[in-house]
């Protein structure tokens, strides 16, 4: 990973949240891949784009400084070409439960994986890793806290990795993949995945009945993945 952005790389030990609803859970521990979404795919229309008074370094065809071109339709399409070739799969740093991220990503049938930095680096099952990279979301309220790489030029992740402050709560951490394939249109990529040394903990949304949690549990035991599976105690009374 290149060091520009060593600011932004979370420590090995530090926990991590999915949270996800039932089906994508189902999907998750039967086929063993992790799904990345493009960014096109994302709810968020400034998913990847560069704010508007990040300056580019512009370069001619031999590499040498140029003028920013005046064509505005030229920097649009940088932006979607961004965003057609990053995929993205979305974690919560956290040592503990969130209420909001239940709320916003869990639901009734809400399913929560936790994990370490260190476990889910370990898990990726990819041949070459060097397309993928694990960094933390920095949330900016002006342009001052915009985060540049080295304050000189834009990087292709830069888009990628700001967010406005309006999403701090979610403590965002992005495993990245940019593969090179570029000919490849889909909109996910699903790579392979160590279960066993991904998953530290199981937690089921705290609105789950006890048959419900069982049933997870016999999902899990029958397909070898022997985890505890835990009800969330967000809401039950001490």
Partial sequence: MDN???????QNEKSLWRFMDLFKFIDLITSNKLILVNLTGMKDPYE????SEIGIQWVDSNGNPTEKPENNHFVKNINNATRQVLFISCWHENEFESAGMW???????GIAIKTTV?????????????????LRINYYRTLDDYFIPNRKESHIYTGLLNKRISFEH????????????????????????????LIESIYVSPLYSSWQLNAIQEVLNKIGLEIPVKKSQLYDLK
């Fill in 4 to 10: 520009l952005f060593e600011s932004l790389t979370p």
């Fill in 48 to 51: 990847g784009i560069l704010h």
């Fill in 103 to 109: 709320d916003a990503y869990g639901n009734e049938n």
């Fill in 118 to 134: 260190e476990k889910l680096k370990n898990s990726i099952q990819i041949d070459n890793y060097k397309e993928m990279d694990l």
């Fill in 170 to 197: 979610e403590k965002e951490v992005r495993l990245i993949l940019h593969p090179r394939d570029y000919d490849n249109k889909s909109i996910i990529r699903k790579i392979d995945i160590n279960l066993k040394e």
